[in-house]
T-cell receptor, first 112, second 117 residues
């Protein structure tokens, strides 16, 4: 079982729609969760971090965390063509157990 | 804040030569930096964790004698690919954490694209 799994996509949504990206993780003691956006040929840039169960909103982005289900998601409202990129879910392990693990990423295309 | 730079941004070298890549935290001190490799259309693969003043911790399957890591200061880590071969051609990305705990947010450098002929 992969440590961090994401829908491989590609995911295509029309401009203005809501894009929903999902991620599950295997390590129950994970405590920190991140969403990164990576444009082709570029390095990842941080979009959101979330540490507690529930929703966290930042502009058009909402991260949702459910530790009981080992599930974290990212919603992008009013999707724009500039949101077209690969979105990486990253999970930090429990205390003292090392560093983040990344999912394979979900490729999102927002069509004008 | 939390800016990480890498140098060079791209490099082309001949097979058998060594290449050094620098990773710098510009506006913060980073006790821990990470080195990743990414092949086309694949996700990030962690190569090693670099801790200031101590030996790097390598992931399973990564040759520590081939990928030399030096974290000599709180703002600089270097990755040297020794005796590079075409299969080492990849996108190398470093990241740094602003806090002293490894699960703090990682900020990524812009990456270095290595092509070995």
């Amino acid at each position: 079982q992969k440590e961090v799994e994401q829908n491989s996509g590609p995911l295509s949504v029309p401009e203005g729609a809501i894009a929903s990206l999902n991620c599950t993780y295997s390590d129950r003691v994970s405590q920190s969760f991140f969403w990164y956006r990576q444009y082709s040929g570029k390095s990842p840039e941080l979009i959101m971090s979330i540490y507690s169960n529930g929703d966290k909103e930042d502009g058009r982005f909402t991260a949702q965390l459910n530790k009981a289900s080992q599930y974290v998601s990212l919603l992008i409202r009013d999707s724009q063509p500039s949101d077209s990129a690969t979105y990486l879910c990253a999970v930090g392990p429990g205390p003292g157990r090392g560093d983040m693990r990344f999912g394979a990423g979900t490729r999102l295309t927002v069509k004008p | 804040g939390a800016v990480v730079s890498q140098h060079p941004s791209w490099v082309i070298c001949k097979s058998g030569t060594s290449v050094k890549i620098e990773c710098r935290s510009l506006d913060f001190q980073a006790t821990t930096m990470f080195w990743y490799r990414q092949f086309p259309k694949q996700s990030l693969m962690l190569m090693a964790t670099s801790n200031e003043g101590s030996k790097a911790t390598y992931e399973q399957g990564v040759e520590k004698d081939k990928f030399l890591i030096n974290h000599a200061s709180l703002t600089l880590s270097t990755l040297t690919v020794t005796s590079a071969h075409p299969e080492d051609s990849s996108f190398y990305i470093c990241s740094a954490v602003t806090g002293g705990y490894s699960t703090d947010t990682q900020y990524f450098g812009p990456g270095t694209r290595l092509t070995v002929l």
